[in-house]
């Protein structure tokens, strides 16, 4: 696949930006579009160096996983992982910022199966009830009867409730 068409496929560009222009200029400058690059170049700023700098060699200027590696020293694997942590950022940032603006396949994906669920308020509530002496079992086992959801280990609701329910991180 050619990088051209990898950058053509891409949620940035969908959002305002032409890659066969410079990173900062829009092919159709509208007031949506200028809206959009500039809440994409704050979302830039919000990102580590390396983090911004990875988005732009690789959507702005095509530059695949091979190219980056040679040119950081970086292992293929590594980048992988820095361009998922980045988009998961962009995601969560532009969500909030642009909204109705921010088209349906750019939204951000909640992977948590305890954010997914319809009854999510009640399943907080339930984590929430859990006393710091009290095992996960309990809840566990509720999760498992009341919302047919199977949680194995209780790593799983430590996240949601250290990530998902106290505000730090999203979906």
Known sequence: MSSRRLIYQNWIVKLGFDPTLKWNQVSKPTPANKRIVRTVNEALLLLDKSETDFIRDFYFQGKTYRTL??????????????????????????????GDDLPEDCQP??????????????????????????????????????????????????GHFKYHMSGKGGT
């Open 109 to 158: 994906k909640p992977v948590c199966p305890l954010c997914r669920h319809e009854r999510r308020e009640e399943i907080d509530r339930l984590i929430a009830s859990k006393s710091r002496r009290e095992t996960w079992r309990r809840i566990i086992r509720q999760l498992k009867e009341d919302f047919n959801i199977e949680i194995t280990t209780p790593q799983r609701l430590i």
């Open 69 to 98: 590696s040679e040119e950081t020293g970086r292992a293929v694997y590594r980048l992988e992982s820095l361009h998922q942590g980045a988009l998961s950022k962009l995601r969560r940032y532009l969500a909030n910022r642009l």
